[in-house]
């Protein structure tokens, strides 16, 4: 029997407001079920999908912060991860004027 291998592709961002949302159409699921049981063809897939997701995030400067990863669902084990930007600091309301 051939060894089962899913990839999850995730992608999401914190957008000029500050608010946190999934991107459109993630997370997404690559199984080797799916590809004749080819494990190197889903995590293909897989990454090809994540480089794909971070190239438009490089043409987005609308964000606080961008962050894309794919991760190996049956060890929990993250194969890639990109973050670009950061999150705002907030400004302290006890702070001294």
Do not use: W
Not at 7 to 25: E, F, R
Not at 65 to 93: K, S, W
């Amino acid at each position: 029997m051939a060894k089962r291998e899913i990839y999850l592709v995730q992608a999401s961002i914190i957008d000029a407001n500050g608010t946190y949302s999934a991107l459109s159409g993630y997370p997404k699921l690559f199984d080797s079920k799916n590809y004749d049981n080819d494990t190197e063809k889903a995590l293909n897939r897989a990454r090809a999908d994540y480089h794909e997701v971070v190239g438009a995030f490089y043409k987005r400067d609308d964000r606080q912060l961008q962050y894309a990863g794919i991760m190996h669902i049956n060890t929990g084990a993250q194969i890639e991860a990109t973050v670009i930007g950061a999150v705002a600091d907030l400004p302290d309301p006890e702070a001294e004027e």
